[in-house]
């Protein structure tokens, strides 16, 4: 994509991210990866260091498609901001792995080739999982992973208030095993409704599985999730404290073993190993049976544009290697991520603590899906304020969620 538009809907995008990044510096000209020699991998994860599996992977790659690979870690918001601010500058890296909701925002701005300018082959991805990098009917990349929400147990205490956690399969059921903990004594459940985008990734599980939609928070469905997580707040089920819990801090309370239950991911696999007690997972449960739709987490591999498109080819087939099946489990454990392809999934599956999430994310859902893409964060915005008011008691959860739509409808 090129030509005026495309300039200046680069220029309104990065006038936003220079706000956020607050001065940080970008690339500059003598960066620039369209001159010829490495080609440059941006991702977001800066925990990996040079010795790394996953820069390993990566070198491979490039040593495959018969190029040198050089690879940056950033932050995820950093990330976002530096690669707006390339693209403008016409500096982009040749291949960008970013957090699934950006790539709505960095097709939006024109920075990403199409799967089909690219020709990356995205037949074998799960189309739950593929939606994600979708927008108006194209495909800006290739899903390297994928996490999401499911809820972690104590077993230790549930067996000693007698609750089954077999048994739990709706919202009836689960309110039951929260009274029984309650009355032995213990505490119930815990998990983020901070007002952020944490608190509504918690949240969507229980607003999908109402079935509710995001282009109407107001529903009647609706209000019944967020109705649930008030109640139980009043009930004692949940601490106060989830209105200011991120996931993080969720987690830490769930690990002093007074907790029966805990909505976290995937990433959080590695500490459960750590706990004092033993652990299990559930899949969160709809309100009327099955597993709810939980958001997915994790990145996708795009292509940007560049100015020489005689670089393309090697950056597919960098992309390509990086999500071959063979890579992608690999890849994907290290991550502690489900792979997007099912033949993937399946291997994974036979590890019976990945069963229960391969299950959620076959369930899942992409938060800027459904043709939502930018739109997306705004009414994130005012679902999470919802879910504030009605936490704190401000407001009924009807009245909370007819203010969001509101809201929504006009930002």
């Known amino acids: 994509m090129t030509g005026p538009s495309r300039r200046r809907r680069l220029a309104a995008v990065a006038v936003i ?3 956020v990044a607050a001065g940080s510096a970008c690339s500059s000209s003598a960066d620039d990866p369209t001159d010829g020699g490495a080609y440059l991998v941006w991702d977001p994860y800066p925990q990996f260091a040079d010795d790394s599996e996953w820069v390993a992977l990566l070198k491979k790659c490039g040593t495959s498609a018969g190029v040198t690979v050089e690879r940056t870690g950033y932050d995820t918001t950093d990330l976002t901001n530096k690669a707006l601010l390339a693209a403008q500058q016409g500096n982009s890296p040749d291949v960008l792995i970013v957090d699934n909701p950006v790539i709505s925002t960095l097709a939006e701005a024109g920075a990403l080739t199409t799967t089909d300018d690219n020709k990356l082959d995205v037949s074998a991805m799960e189309k739950n999982l593929l939606g994600a990098g979708q927008s108006e009917g194209k495909t800006y990349g290739v899903p390297i992973g994928a996490n999401t929400l499911a809820l972690y147990y104590n077993k230790d205490l549930l067996t000693a208030a007698g609750v ?9 059921s689960l309110n039951a095993a929260l009274s029984t903990v309650k009355a032995k004594g213990k505490k119930g459940i815990t998990f983020s409704a901070i007002g952020t985008e944490e ?36 009930q004692g089920y949940a ?19 007074n907790y029966a239950f805990a909505e976290n991911g995937t990433w959080q696999l590695a500490n459960a190993e750590k706990l004092g007690f033993s ?37 597919q087939q960098i992309v390509a290697c990086l999500t071959s099946a063979d890579n992608l ?23 019976p ?27 994130s915005e005012s679902l999470w304020t919802a879910v504030q008011s009605a936490l704190s008691g401000g407001k ?15 930002r």
């Open 279 to 315: 652990y299990g997972t559930i899949a969160i449960p709809a309100s009327a049976g099955g597993p709810a739709p939980a958001p997915t987490g994790g990145e996708f591999v795009s292509i940007p544009v560049q100015k020489n498109t005689g670089r393309y080819d090697k950056s």
């Open 329 to 351: 489990l690999t890849t994907d454990t290290t991550l502690s991520y489900v792979a997007p392809v099912a033949a993937v999934q399946d291997r994974q599956a036979a590890d």
């Open 396 to 410: 009924s959860p009807q009245e909370a969620l007819r203010a969001a739509q509101a809201a929504a409808s006009t």
């Open 199 to 234: 608190g509504s990734f918690q949240f969507l599980p229980w607003f999908w599985g109402s079935g509710a939609q995001l282009t109407s928070l107001d529903s009647p469905q609706a209000v019944s999730a967020l109705a649930l997580w008030a109640d139980w707040l009043k």
């Open 353 to 379: 603590k990945l069963k229960v999430w391969v299950e959620a994310v076959r369930a899942a859902k992409g938060r800027t899906g459904d043709n939502l893409g930018t739109k997306y964060p705004k009414i």
């Open 164 to 172: 089954d956690p077999a048994a739990i399969k709706d919202w009836t």
């Open 239 to 257: 601490p106060n404290s989830v209105i200011n819990n991120t996931q993080t801090t969720s987690w830490q309370e769930f690990a002093t073993g």
């Open 17 to 19: 991210a220079l706000a």
